[in-house]
């Protein structure tokens, strides 16, 4: 990639240091260091062990277990940059946290990603950097500017060298139908649209219908997260009963929660194919798991912002 001003710096949280070492390789730059300390009262305190006084900070921390560490150790993290008088700090967090309580749909619940932005921007972000967020209006929660990439153009690249000709996109439920579309039109497939209802917060997500041809094909059901897999596990099964002759599935964000690396292995579904937006525990590994590394996107997005270049004009 082409060299970059020396006033370029990259963190990494403990969530995912894989892909923040990936980033930086992609870019041309070491990891910036930094430690932490875990005190008997769980406190932690963090210290960047560089200089970052003018400098233009990154630091990437993805939402995966332990969640609530994860998040705190962000928050601290940015405030230190912030007094290590860092010139602009930008919080790359590939999956979201709490994204999914976006709207207050029940009495008295918080509506938690408005306030992780909030929590974001007073600990000294100046910027958010993140993926596929799990409804596009959450960006409008940030006080600060926030740039969404999507890991779809990279799926539909890496999908485009299987043979497709038999090949239907699947929208894993209605709210993904406008992300399904975007599959569809780019490996220029026709689409079909599964109608879920979800009983309750738990796994009871059942489809109820489909709309769309898709007996006798291979079907690509496409979804921004995979969490405890009931989406797409009862998709697969509603879609295989209905005449599908095979059923794969391409998502963004390998949450893979509870059990859902063993109901995978145990599922018809024939193959997964994630990106690493976030660590999957080689626990959780299987043949049926192909995982694409969004490093070189990530990497690209910073050097725009970086320099100052457009973000947006990546994915168009
Ligand atoms: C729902 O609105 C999302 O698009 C996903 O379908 C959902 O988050 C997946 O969750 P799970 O894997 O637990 O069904």
């Given amino acids: 990639m082409t060299p970059l001003s020396s006033n370029l710096k990259v963190f990494s949280g403990s969530s995912h240091p894989r892909l923040a070492q990936e980033v930086c390789e992609q870019i041309g730059i070491p990891l910036g260091r930094a430690s932490t300390k875990r005190f008997s009262n769980e406190n932690l305190k963090i210290r960047i062990e560089e200089n970052v006084r003018e400098q233009d900070v990154f630091v990437v921390q993805t939402a995966c277990p332990p969640l609530s560490e994860h998040i705190v150790e962000l928050l601290i993290t940015l405030d230190a940059l912030r007094h290590a008088s860092a010139k602009r700090v930008t ?5 979201f946290p709490y994204a999914r309580s976006d709207k207050k749909d029940e009495p008295r619940i918080s509506i938690s990603a408005r306030l992780m932005a909030d929590l974001l921007a007073t600990s000294g972000a100046d910027r958010v950097l993140t ?4 409804s596009p209006q959450i960006q409008g929660f940030f006080s600060i500017p926030a740039d969404q990439l999507t890991g779809v153009p990279a799926l ?5 060298k299987d043979d497709l000709s038999n090949t239907v996109i699947v929208a894993a439920d209605v709210g993904e139908a406008k992300d399904a579309g975007r599959f569809a039109k780019r490996l220029e497939l026709p689409l079909a649209l599964i109608d879920k209802r979800r009983y309750g917060d738990d796994e009871n997500a059942k489809p109820a219908h489909v709309i769309g041809d898709i007996a006798g094909k291979d079907c690509l059901l496409v979804d ?3 969490a405890t897999g009931g989406t797409l596990f009862n998709a697969t099964e509603f879609l295989l009963e209905r005449g599908a002759r095979s059923v794969s599935a391409a998502v963004v964000h390998p949450v893979l929660s509870g059990k859902a690396a063993e109901k995978l292995r145990a599922s018809r579904l024939k193959r997964l194919l994630v990106t690493n937006t976030l660590p999957i525990p080689i626990a959780s590994l299987s043949e049926k798991i192909e995982v694409l590394s969004l490093a070189p996107q990530l990497a690209t997005a910073i050097m725009h912002i970086h320099d100052g270049s457009s973000v947006s004009e990546l994915f168009t």
């Fill in 131 to 134: 993926m596929d967020l799990h």
């Fill in 224 to 226: 921004d997260e995979i």
């Fill in 156 to 160: 539909c690249a890496r999908l485009k």
């Fill in 91 to 95: 919080a790359v967090i590939p999956y």
